[in-house]
């Protein structure tokens, strides 16, 4: 399997009591369909993964998976802070028909790259799945070198990697692993653009959850090495990417997607807290400005 294109990183809605708010996920999943979305990650760290239940992450899954029936890969976010429960969450993904595994390193344990080395292949061995890599060291506290990647990239069920490290550097490193059987995926909105312009297959984005054609439109662009096109779509996207980064994510892209109908302006867990008042004029803001550039990529992509 080839994961490339836009790649949404689905947040996940919840109602004003705190429940799934399993209308709504159908009705973001659609919305990602129509858009163009070239595969869809259930419960990464955008969809609060560390939040849910594990009912409640099989029911997300097997939704999205029947919603979908296979139109996109569905890449489950798999990643545990120990091996073992990470290789069990990979094995319950792919009961519930996930097409691959997002793999984060795992948080807050902080292993060596030697650890890594044997963390990945451990569950690309057992788990039952393709797994992606998934390198965010914010998040994890954990920064997986380019050089324990390349160790890692020729295992047959290692199929490629989400690299949110925001370093030109970096991503040409990884670049040169790129080949048949290995992806390249940008991991941060804001540098996407340069990233694919420079070669990588594609981004898994967050903020693509309010604007999911208008990504495929950015990401497009950049796959065919249209530069002059992609500054411009990127400079119309850059209000709605500066905004994701406000507040912790996934806080400002929920209290855009709230704004859309996909779930409650309050709909988040803690210890996460719903946008502060100071943003909510700017939220307005942006789904109005939002709303227009996506139904014009829309009917471009139709056309």
Known sequence: MH????ITALATPFTAAGDLDTDAWLRLVDAQLAGGTQALVVAGSTGEAAALTTAEYEALLR????RVAGRVPVVAGTGQSATAHTIE??????ACGADAALVVTPPYVRPTQAGLLAHYRAVA???ALPVVLYNVPPRTGCDMQPGTVAALA???AIIGIKEAVADEARMQALLALAGQGFTILGGDDATAARAMLAGADGLVSVASNAAPAAFRRLCDLARGGDAAGCAAHAAALAALVDFCGVESNPIPVKALLARLGFGHSDGIRLPLLPLPAAHAAAADCIAGDITALEQTCRDALAA
């Open 3 to 6: 994961l490339s294109g836009s």
């Open 89 to 94: 969450r990979t094995r319950l993904a792919a």
């Open 63 to 66: 939704a999205a998976v029947e």
């Open 154 to 156: 020729g295992h047959e």
């Open 125 to 127: 061995d057992d788990g």
